[in-house]
């Protein structure tokens, strides 16, 4: 695996990630997760039906593909907010398919959702608080010993109030989380993820409903997170984002993964525009939704811009 420098300014992207054609299933050099036959219907709809998946690991993976594709249902499996109906799927070798997501969070493997979880009622750093692994405070054994207990208290406050620093959060640790922006939220919910210092965060639509302000913010955080060590795996809609940051792209449509490579190639493949077309492919052009006709307009923007290099 080796990094190349982009253009200018643009982040410093991850290649030779993968063995052999960038394919649906394609094999990674070094995967962090490693996924076989996972399948989850609700009811008569099979939802995600994905047969091999390898997450590259210490790269920026994007998820992408129309509503409904099985992205964020895909996401739940991984990090054991559901139950599938086959499958199996190991995390740094781990073999951690059907268990609970916080045992899943405690190997290291967290998560955002597209609706922040922040608790509203709580202030930005209790927030942050919750999101400590292994806190021993609770058990009968420790609570022998408050001594111990209050030094991993502070020491989780001095990482909370670290990293809020990070993210410019600092100054509204005491306020209720309800009063933060959209925006802020998103900051405060990666913040919180970190608390538990994983080595994989999954974040679901990083960008929906973050305002332009904080948008480049958000971005920059990502990428550190990467220059950390950490590795990451995002859904999006916004192509734009996608093209900056991924070193990697996953498509799906109707559950399956429809293609997968660099978002160069993958934007460039007409089987990414038909799945982004898909049932609508009698339709007049003109009914389709805009959010649909901006991601199918980014991709043939993309198409010419690689034309123009
Ligand atoms: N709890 C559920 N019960 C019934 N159907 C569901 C449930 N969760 C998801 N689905 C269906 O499964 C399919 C995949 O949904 P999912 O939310 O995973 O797609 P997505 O790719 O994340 O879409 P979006 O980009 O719109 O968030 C959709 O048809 C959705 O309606």
């Known amino acids: 695996m080796s990094s190349s420098a982009g253009a200018q300014g643009a982040p410093i992207k991850s290649t030779g990630l993968h063995i052999g054609e960038p394919a649906p299933g394609v094999k990674k050099v070094d995967p962090i ?10 009811g008569g709809l099979t939802a995600v039906q ?60 967290v998560r955002t959702f597209q609706l922040t979880k922040a608790l509203g009622l709580l202030t930005v750093l209790d927030n942050m608080k919750l999101g400590a692994k292994g806190q021993s405070g609770e058990s009968l054994a420790r609570a022998l010993f408050p001594w111990f207990w209050r030094k991993q208290e502070q020491a989780i406050e001095e990482r909370a109030i670290e990293l809020l620093t990070r993210f410019k959060l600092d100054a509204k640790k005491d306020d209720y989380a309800a009063s933060l922006s959209g925006g802020q939220r998103k900051l405060l919910e990666m913040a919180r993820a970190l608390m538990s ?90 009914n389709l939704d805009t959010g649909v006709m901006t991601a199918i307009k980014e991709l043939a923007d993309d198409d010419a811009d690689d034309d123009k290099h």
Request: glycine residues 10%; without cysteine.
């Open 197 to 286: 210092e994983p080595s994989l965060v999954m974040l679901d639509e990083p960008m929906a409903g973050v305002n332009p302000a904080l948008t480049q913010s958000l971005l920059d955080h990502i990428l550190d997170l990467k220059t950390q060590g950490m590795t990451v795996l995002f859904v999006e809609h916004d192509m734009h984002m996608v093209r900056h940051i991924a070193d990697w792209v996953v498509v799906m449509a109707e559950g399956r993964v429809v293609a997968e490579g660099d978002p160069h190639e993958v934007m460039a493949n007409p089987a990414v525009i038909d799945a982004y077309l898909g049932s609508h492919h009698d339709e007049d052009l003109g």
């Open 33 to 42: 997760i490693v996924a076989d036959n996972i399948t989850r219907t609700f």
């Open 50 to 109: 994905v047969e091999h998946l390898e997450i590259p690991r210490g790269a920026i993976t994007a998820l992408i593909g129309p509503n409904g594709a099985g992205k964020t249902t895909l996401f739940n499996l991984l990090t054991g907010f559901d139950k599938p109906d086959t499958g199996e799927w190991t995390f740094d070798g781990q073999g951690i398919s059907g268990i609970p997501a916080f045992k899943v969070a405690r190997k290291g493997q």
